[in-house]
């Protein structure tokens, strides 16, 4: 495979539910990105890693938990999500530093 | 306050025409601009980058930016109904608000291009 792969594509989970976002990377990155895009909304970074370094944003609510084993894989773990949380997900990649970010296809969330 | 703000649209040119997007940031120190095309239901994919001051051509594609005036544009020459599509403008954030050397991009809303046949 190449580029950025998001799984799964598509996923409806109830409010008690515990469920994980998977993304992996072949393009031989060292950083990796998870945004969430709701919509008329612009994208919003959730996390960064780099290097095995978290940057995240403070907005972001503690039912989400990010998880970074290697540079080519990275996890959204979600737990007890409100319906507002329903959006798509997406993650991407870069090399540390420079230039733009390649995104993987998303996975479209719905809190239910 | 918003970073970085697009005009939302929709934005509607005739087939052929050239079609103009527009973006402005509010950081003075941002270094680097991005162009994004996103498909309905799709992942935002990179058509542009520019990182000095004027004009960026590639094919259809030009890329403009002003530094002085916070600036950047696309402009679509030649427009066909597959560049329909909701056009983002990235920018990547000064180095003081990164960890490490990682840089993040902050992204405008998207403009939504038709391109009517």
């Known amino acids: 495979e190449t580029g950025v792969t998001q799984t799964p594509r598509h996923l409806v989970m109830g409010m008690t539910n515990k469920k994980s976002l998977k993304c992996e990377q072949h393009?031989?990155?060292?950083?990796m990105y998870w945004y969430k895009q709701s919509a008329k909304k612009p994208l919003e970074l959730m996390f960064v890693?780099?290097?095995?370094?978290?940057?995240e944003n403070n907005s972001v609510p503690s039912r989400f938990s990010p998880e970074c084993p290697n540079s080519s894989h990275l996890f959204l773990h979600l737990h007890t999500l409100q319906p507002e949380d329903s959006a798509l997900y997406l993650c991407?990649?870069?090399?540390?530093?420079?230039?733009?970010?390649?995104f993987g296809s998303g996975t479209r969330l719905t809190v239910v | 306050q918003k970073e970085v703000e697009q005009n939302s649209g929709p934005l509607s040119v005739p087939e052929g025409a050239i079609a103009s997007l527009n973006c402005t940031y509010s950081?003075?120190?941002?270094?680097?601009f991005f162009w994004y095309r996103q498909y309905s239901g799709k992942s935002p994919e990179l058509i542009m980058s520019?990182?000095?001051?004027g004009d960026k051509e590639d094919g259809r594609f030009t890329a403009q930016l002003n530094k002085a005036s916070q600036y950047v544009s696309l402009l679509i020459r030649d427009s066909q109904p597959s560049d329909s599509a909701t056009y983002l403008c990235?920018?990547?954030?000064?180095?003081?608000?990164?960890?490490?050397?990682?840089?993040?991009?902050?992204f405008g809303s998207g403009t939504q291009l038709t391109v009517l046949p």
């Open positions: 991407a990649s870069s090399h540390r530093g420079q230039g733009g970010y390649t």
């Open positions: 393009l031989g990155h060292n950083a």
């Open positions: 890693y780099s290097l095995e370094e978290r940057v």
């Open positions: 950081d003075r120190v941002s270094q680097s």
């Open positions: 520019i990182y000095s001051n």
């Open positions: 990235a920018v990547k954030g000064p180095p003081e608000r990164t960890s490490g050397s990682a840089r993040q991009l902050t």
